[in-house]
């Protein structure tokens, strides 16, 4: 934490980066205020997947606060993002961790082999078609000198 500015301080959702790519999974329940049993399994079985499939390199899996896309009476509320600088960010809900992770893992391998991790719905594995919850451009940082990306 001394690496912060004087006066700032780490805000507890945020999750530092130490691969070029990063995969998020939610292991906080916003509907019950407590940890998530079905998050933390999916973590575990994440990175598991991810490193079998030889992506440890370029693939951090990490558990955050509370992604707020989930539907708790659903039965699977578990949601997952894929983040990386200078590209789009995804979101997907209704992560089952019992099921197998396959698509999660190819998704993983075609959103590494992109500049800009950005895709159609058409390019997505069939398996998360309909569980696509969000796809964020990626950030433009302006500043008063002008933007950089």
Same mark, same amino acid.
């Given at each position: 934490?001394?690496?912060?500015?004087? +006066? =700032?301080?780490?805000?507890?959702?945020?999750?530092?980066? *130490?691969?070029?790519?990063?995969?998020?999974?939610?292991? &906080?329940? !916003?509907?019950? /205020?407590?940890?998530?049993?079905?998050?933390? #399994?999916?973590? !575990?079985?994440?990175?598991?997947?991810? *490193?079998?499939?030889?992506? +440890?390199? #370029?693939? $951090?899996? *990490? +558990?955050?606060?509370?992604?707020? /896309?989930?539907?708790?009476?659903? /039965? !699977?509320?578990? @949601?997952?993002?894929?983040?990386?600088?200078? !590209?789009?960010?995804?979101?997907?809900?209704? @992560?089952?961790?019992?099921?197998?992770?396959? $698509?999660?893992? $190819?998704?993983?391998?075609?959103?590494?082999?992109?500049?800009?991790?950005?895709?159609?719905? =058409?390019?997505?594995?069939? /398996?998360?078609?309909?569980?696509?919850?969000? =796809?964020?451009?990626?950030?433009?940082?302006?500043? =008063? $000198?002008? &933007?950089?990306?």
């Amino acid at each position: 934490m001394d690496d912060l500015p004087q +006066g =700032r301080r780490a805000r507890p959702y945020a999750v530092p980066q *130490s691969a070029p790519h990063q995969i998020l999974v939610c292991k &906080a329940c !916003k509907h019950t /205020g407590q940890a998530c049993t079905q998050g933390f #399994q999916l973590l !575990k079985n994440l990175r598991a997947a991810i *490193s079998a499939a030889g992506l +440890g390199d #370029q693939f $951090e899996v *990490s +558990g955050t606060a509370c992604l707020a /896309g989930c539907v708790p009476d659903h /039965g !699977k509320p578990c @949601i997952v993002g894929w983040r990386a600088t200078e !590209k789009a960010t995804w979101l997907f809900g209704d @992560i089952d961790p019992d099921q197998p992770l396959d $698509e999660l893992v $190819e998704f993983a391998r075609a959103y590494a082999a992109l500049d800009d991790g950005w895709m159609t719905g =058409r390019d997505l594995p069939p /398996g998360l078609i309909d569980t696509t919850l969000a =796809r964020i451009p990626a950030a433009m940082i302006v500043t =008063r $000198e002008g &933007a950089i990306q």
